[in-house]
């Protein structure tokens, strides 16, 4: 049996044992113990961050990182989308040269970079204030395509690359004239290959052009041209991008007495073409028979042109014009063509073309009234003079 202090000592120790299980632990100021045996480490807590760090965008604290001055809280209203002011005035002085002389035309190129693109009403000025910087800064051939000369990407009338092959620039009518909007673009160069392109294309990247410091922007922080594209002349056809192969089977085919590989020009007047029958048949291709294949124009095109040819160069009528027939075949169709000229606009070419027009008819073999041949000169086909010049340039390298 306990004594009464034993008794009196151990009930304080249990009541001071009570009090200290309730009470809040305070933070020890010395390092914790390392963790022995299977112990682990518990992290601890960060320390809260004071009053004057929470939502602060005056600056920082000692020791604590910069707040971002563009964080919002939560209840604030962002403000809205800012657009440049139509009416501000610029800060440079636009030109006002015509723009005529320097837009694109299918001599340029056809590889080019497309350095900058323009919108709005002002969009042509822009264009040409950034084309003259170019020119006399940089020494770079700069040049202006509106969207107004090459529109729905220029798959119409008197738009190269569809327009024939005299016309260098578009010369766009209504409709199509009031289908578009204001845009322009600026290309630079004339580089004839890809690897010229991409040298030409870093040097264009590295511009910085001061017209444009002076002229609105939604995006301030794209400086210069940096954002530059490699493209192409869109009015240079894409078979002429590239150099054309050498093809065995078209040289043997234009051996004969008028190839218009012994065409001393450029350009030559095309008068008739042969070829095969086209047809669109909504159930599908038929099988023709030897009988039929036989029977077919693309049978006899290649002869067809070149007795065409042969009886023209012996017409007086033709050999009083001065200009001799020629006659190209390819793997399609056999054309024939008359006269050599070095330009595509040759006044010679059109008084040619009157000419023929005149004789097309006359020359034909004529029959009496039961169908029988009254001259017989072996041209059986009417001639139909086009209004313009082909460029034998690029069939050249078949030979």
Known sequence: MKSPITAIALAGS???????????????ATAPAAPTGSQRRVPQA???PDAQGVGS?????????????????????????????????????????????????????????????????????????????????????????????????????????????????????LPEKVRTYDEAAVLVGNEKSLA???????????????????????????????RA???????????????AKHDTLIARMNQGPHTIFRCPGRYTLPIAEFSGRSTFNVEGA?????????ESPLMTAADDAERLADALAKAPEIQQTGYQPY????RTSSKVTIGA???????????????????????MDTKDAKGRKVRNRGIDTMIAPANYLIDIDPIKPHL
Not at 197 to 225: A, N
Not at 327 to 330: A, L, T
Request: proline share 13%; glycine share 4%; charged share 25%.
């Open 286 to 294: 038929m099988k023709m028979g030897d009988t039929a294949l036989k």
């Open 196 to 226: 010229d392109q991409e040298r030409l294309w870093r040097e264009v990247k590295k511009i910085k052009p001061k017209c444009l410091d002076g002229m609105p922007s939604l995006f301030k922080w794209r400086e210069g041209l940096g």
């Open 46 to 48: 960060p320390p809260a």
């Open 229 to 243: 594209l490699r493209t192409t002349n869109p009015y240079v056809p894409a078979q002429n991008l590239f150099p």
């Open 14 to 28: 249990l009541a001071a044992a009570a009090a200290l299980a309730q009470a809040p632990t305070p933070r020890a």
């Open 327 to 330: 006659v190209f075949h390819d």
């Open 341 to 363: 000229f070095n330009s595509p606009n040759d006044p010679a070419a059109v008084m040619l073309r009157e000419t023929l027009l005149r004789l097309a008819v006359p020359i």
């Open 57 to 173: 965008r005056s600056g920082s604290t000692t020791g604590r990182a910069p707040l971002d001055p563009d964080v919002r809280e939560a209840s604030e209203v962002l403000p809205g989308p800012t657009f440049p002011d139509p009416s501000q005035p610029l800060a440079i002085t636009l030109p006002d040269d015509p723009i005529e002389p320097y837009l694109l035309t299918k001599e340029n190129g056809p590889f080019m970079v497309l350095a900058k693109t323009f919108r709005g009403p002002d969009s042509e000025r822009f264009a040409l204030a950034l084309v003259l910087e170019l020119r006399r800064d940089y020494n770079l051939p700069a040049y202006i395509l509106r969207t107004k000369d090459f529109p729905r990407n220029s798959n119409i009338r008197n738009v190269p690359p569809t327009a024939p092959a005299f016309q260098q620039r578009a010369d766009v009518g």
